[in-house]
Each structure stands twice: as C-alpha cells, then as structure tokens.
C-alpha cells in the first residue's frame, strides 16, 4: 500500500511526540464500531468480560470478533509503517475505554514505577495509537490535549504513589495555590487541544504529557468511547514492555491477562493477511 504520511508529519510526530492522523476510517465505520458497542452493553457482552466495570471492558476481540476486522484495516496498519518501518509491532490493547477522562500522566509512568529505565534509551521509540469513536468536542470533550515536546522530559507522575502524607499535603497545597507541575502543564503555552474529529487517529509518544480533554458539561445520551494501543518500532524492547505491562497491580491488567494470555485467532489471521507483526 502506498505511504500515508507526507515525510513532513513524521518529521513533526518524531520532533514533537505527537501527530493527528486524519480519515483513517470513514464515520460510517465508527457508527458501525458504536453500534456494536452500545448492542454489547445492553445485551451484557459487555459485562461478560474477564474484567470489566462501566468505564472499561476487556477482551474485546473475542467477545466481539467483529472489531478486528473494523479496527485494524490496512489504512490503519500502514500508519505505523510509514512512522516506525515494516519491523514494527503492535500491542493490540483487548480494551475499549467508555466515558473516561483521564488527567494529566504519560502512557509509560507504569514503567518508572518498576524502576525500568530502557523507556528513555535513545533508540527506544514506542507509540500510543488513540482512536476516538467521536468527535473532540469543546464543551464535551471526547479525545486528547497534548504538551508537544515533552517526551524528553523525565516522569514526575511516578512518585505521585510513593509519597507519605506530608510530601501529599504539600502537593495538595501547590494544586491549591496553582504551582504544582500540573498547574504548569495547563499553562503551558504550547498546550493543544487535539481537534480530532471521528475516523481520526491520534498517535503521542507514550512519554509525552497528555489528558483526555477535560469536559465543560457532560452528555447522558452520548457515551464517549476511546480505543488504544502501543506500537513498537521493533522486537528489542517487545518483551520488556510486556513483562511489565502484566505486573502492572490493577486489576484493568491483571484479572484479563490472567484470564486468556494467548491472541484471539481472527487477529493472528489479520496480521497475516495485512503483513504486520504483533505480540501480547
């Protein structure tokens, strides 16, 4: 398949941490993606996963085997091609988010918390691919607010869980009087709100400081849905990020991975068929 992206949108991904991908797949695609969902949640596919709760279902392409063949299209693999080379690797997160917004961390804290430090080698490049099945809305939010270049910057959330309570009341007196490091990311100048539209893809380096674009009002008719994974340039650092993806405590990782540690046959078939490698 020919190039997706101009040799200028990598240039900008690799300085910056950071690129919007538009018309990776056409709206109707993601209505027949919403769909789907909202039939799982009322006929309880949704709950019938190994982990699950209102925000989050796990094992998505065995509970519905449809979204393999909706999600990972050649479009969509090219992508990561174009950025990383054909030696890439995906990590097909088995998750759909639902209604989340999360503040302010980088996609590879987990790995600070274990005390890894291969994350910042110099020839380490790893990529969080986010699809939103919606529009980035103003007043709704539904996708990502990104600080471009801080990829290079050394983690700070990390120590967030390891403090005793007089260095968190000190951190809670900063968010009050507006200093701490998250006061500073809001009022970074180069602060973006990334104005995805359905059927784009944004793609960050997973050590760049970002959030789900905060919510002015919140919808009761309209779920918000998000899917993601990571996506490796090589082999080289494939089994260390997995290692430490399955020690992770929660139980978002630990109860699904724990469950069925083997991909569903319909997406080993499809990265046969669109030639791409992937591993979990």
């Not at 088995?94 to 994350?119: C, I, V």
């Not at 793609?203 to 905060?214: A, C, M, V």
């Amino acid at each position: 398949m020919p190039k997706i992206l101009t040799e200028e949108q990598i240039q900008s991904y690799f300085e910056t941490g950071c690129l919007h991908v538009k018309n990776v797949y056409s709206r109707s695609s993601i209505d027949k993606i919403r769909l789907l969902l909202a039939k799982a949640i009322e006929d309880g596919t949704w709950n019938s996963a190994p982990h699950y709760n209102e925000g989050v279902t796990t094992d998505i392409f065995r509970t519905m085997p449809e979204l393999v063949d909706l999600i990972f299209t050649e479009r969509y693999i090219q992508i990561f091609k174009d950025l990383l080379g054909d030696e890439m690797v995906i990590l097909p997160e088995p998750a759909m988010h639902r209604n989340r917004f999360y503040y302010w961390h980088k996609d590879s804290t987990f790995l600070d918390e274990q005390g890894e430090t291969f994350h910042w080698n110099q020839d380490f490049q790893a990529i969080m691919a986010a699809m939103y099945l919606q529009d980035n809305d103003d007043e709704y939010g539904g996708g990502l607010t990104v600080v471009p270049n801080t990829h290079h910057n050394q983690d700070q959330y990390h120590k967030i869980p390891k403090m005793n309570l007089l260095q968190r009341g000190i951190l809670k007196m900063q968010k009050i009087m507006g200093i701490s490091f998250f006061d500073k990311l809001e009022k970074d100048p180069a602060l973006t709100n990334l104005q995805s539209m359905k059927g784009d893809v944004v793609l960050i380096d997973i050590r760049l400081d970002h959030k789900g674009t905060t919510p002015k009002k919140r919808r009761k008719d309209y779920d918000k849905f998000a899917y993601f994974n990571f996506v490796l340039d090589s082999n080289k650092y494939t089994a260390d990020v997995i290692r430490c993806m399955r020690a992770r405590p929660s139980g978002y990782f630990t109860e699904y991975l724990q469950h069925d540690k083997s991909l569903p046959e319909a997406l080993i078939q499809k990265s046969k068929e669109l030639d791409f490698n992937i591993d979990f």
